[in-house]
């Protein structure tokens, strides 16, 4: 175990001294081809991705395991928080993403290889979180991780949410209408007229949303 400590934080440290590297090489991107800007960007949404599986094996590790903790410590998101200096929210979004990856190697190896970029992973962890156990189970599958990683593959993230949504509705059709009808129960909308123009605050369900955003666009 304590080779492998020490083995993770080396990486970690070469990582480090990478990426110093990399921020005082790019000093005049203005003057690159634009070609090549996104393709630098592109190439450092993989290395995102690629973090995202070992830290949150970690994570998941760090709240699955008991250890002592003073009094008024909390739960171990709030001390990952407290150390890390990350947002509890975010603490509890990386976990979820974590629990989507053990449960689907063919999504964590292309998270990892860059072929899935975080923003797909975070909109599959959020549908994950709010399926049925029969949906889980569909996506834990050999089936449903490979149209998970085709879907991901194909489209940008919005679409991805929609192309999803749309795949795992068609699994559980009766627990997809439960959730709609919650969802709908949950509307409000409150328009406020001030000094400065009409203030809008409100919440509707996913495909009043989709609709609205469609008019919009």
């Given at each position: 175990?304590?080779?492998?400590?020490?083995?993770?934080?080396?990486?970690?440290?070469?990582?480090?001294?990478?990426?110093?590297?990399?921020?005082?090489?790019?000093?005049?991107?203005?003057?690159?081809?634009?070609?090549?800007?996104?393709?630098?960007?592109?190439?450092?949404?993989?290395?995102?991705?690629?973090?995202?599986?070992?830290a949150?094996?970690?994570?998941?590790?760090?709240?699955?395991?008991?250890?002592?903790?003073?009094?008024?410590?909390?739960?171990?998101?709030?001390?990952?928080?407290?150390?890390?200096?990350?947002?509890e929210?975010?603490?509890?979004?990386?976990?979820?993403?974590?629990?989507?990856?053990?449960?689907?190697?063919?999504?964590?190896?292309?998270?990892?290889?860059?072929?899935?970029?975080?923003?797909?992973?975070?909109?599959?962890?959020?549908v994950?979180?709010?399926a049925?156990g029969?949906?889980?189970?569909?996506?834990?599958?050999?089936?449903?991780?490979?149209?998970?990683?085709?879907?991901?593959?194909?489209?940008?993230?919005?679409?991805?949410?929609r192309?999803?949504?749309?795949?795992?509705?068609?699994?559980?059709?009766?627990?997809?209408?439960?959730?709609?009808?919650?969802?709908?129960?949950?509307?409000?909308?409150?328009?406020?007229?001030?000094?400065?123009?009409?203030?809008?605050?409100?919440?509707?369900?996913?495909?009043?949303g989709?609709?609205?955003?469609?008019?919009?666009?």
């Amino acid at each position: 175990m304590a080779d492998e400590v020490a083995a993770a934080s080396a990486c970690v440290h070469e990582a480090l001294a990478v990426l110093r590297r990399l921020d005082a090489v790019v000093r005049a991107p203005e003057s690159w081809p634009g070609a090549q800007r996104t393709s630098l960007l592109a190439g450092v949404e993989r290395v995102r991705a690629a973090l995202v599986g070992p830290a949150s094996r970690v994570l998941l590790a760090h709240r699955d395991t008991p250890s002592p903790r003073r009094p008024g410590q909390g739960a171990a998101t709030a001390v990952v928080a407290a150390v890390t200096r990350v947002d509890e929210v975010e603490v509890r979004k990386q976990l979820s993403q974590g629990e989507a990856l053990a449960d689907m190697p063919s999504v964590a190896r292309d998270v990892t290889e860059g072929l899935m970029p975080v923003g797909h992973l975070t909109v599959l962890a959020q549908v994950r979180d709010r399926a049925s156990g029969v949906v889980r189970e569909w996506l834990a599958s050999a089936a449903g991780q490979e149209t998970v990683t085709a879907l991901a593959r194909l489209h940008e993230v919005r679409a991805f949410r929609r192309a999803l949504v749309e795949r795992v509705a068609a699994i559980d059709p009766p627990a997809l209408e439960a959730d709609h009808q919650g969802q709908r129960r949950a509307r409000s909308l409150v328009l406020s007229d001030r000094p400065d123009g009409t203030h809008l605050r409100g919440r509707i369900d996913l495909m009043a949303g989709a609709r609205l955003r469609r008019a919009l666009e």
